[in-house]
């Protein structure tokens, strides 16, 4: 029996780790290093579906910049200007939500295909037992069917979190802890991009 801690991965996590090129995923890209060099020594577990294969193959854009409030707010925010906080906050998970996907890179797409034959990330099959208790937690929890596949394996698997850079699972936070991948190691020495 181990008390390591048992890590679950959201596919997001496996796209910041190769994606750190971008300015708004370099630091992300260094956790994500930083945990896969604590499950390469065993320091923790990181565990994913087998679904995250697939599911990577796209990648949201990153924001360019803050998008103004559309022109349909107009009266609102003249009727009601206190709402106004409120309404930008809506306005920017909104457009954070329907961000456009960009197809990866062919290169990166063998990056993240190498990553799911690493001896030291768990995969978990996606059976049926974990393909209904996902349509359970998306009825009751409204999560989407991807955030529910991926939250259903954690819950089987009985992992201690689920490590997302995504506000998807909040409604799920009473059954497993959610939580951003944060530095373990004082300093990481993971190579990046490439087989450990």
């Known amino acids: ?9 959201d596919s997001n ?12 995923e370099a630091q992300r890209a260094l956790i994500c290093v930083d945990v896969l060099e604590n499950a390469q020594r065993n320091t923790v577990e990181v565990w994913t579906s087998v679904f995250s294969i697939a599911e990577v193959i796209r990648r949201k854009l990153p924001p360019s910049k803050t998008k103004p409030l559309p022109r349909w707010t107009k009266t609102i ?5 206190e709402t106004l ?15 456009g996907t960009k ?3 062919p290169e990166e797409v ?16 996606l059976d049926e037992r974990i393909a209904r208790k996902a349509v ?12 529910a596949i991926h939250a259903a394996s954690a819950l089987e698997r009985g992992c201690d979190c689920i490590q997302t850079f995504d506000t998807d699972y ?10 951003e991948p944060s530095q373990i190691s004082a300093q990481s020495s993971f190579p990046g991009m490439g087989t450990p």
Not at 110 to 125: A, C, E, P, R, V
Not at 136 to 147: F, H, N, T, V
């Open 13 to 24: 996590c496996f796209i910041a780790y190769i994606s750190s090129a971008h300015p708004s």
């Open 85 to 99: 906080p409120r309404l930008q906050e809506l306005w920017d998970f909104h457009t954070r939500k329907t961000a």
């Open 136 to 147: 359970s937690l998306s009825q009751k929890y409204g999560l989407k069917a991807p955030d």
């Open 77 to 81: 925010q003249e009727k009601a200007p």
């Open 110 to 125: 063998t990056q993240l295909q190498d990553m799911f034959s690493w001896i030291f990330l768990g995969k978990i099959q």
């Open 103 to 105: 197809a990866l890179k």
């Open 170 to 179: 909040s409604s799920i936070s009473h059954l497993i802890s959610i939580e």
């Open 1 to 9: 029996m181990t008390n390591r801690r048992k890590l679950y991965w």
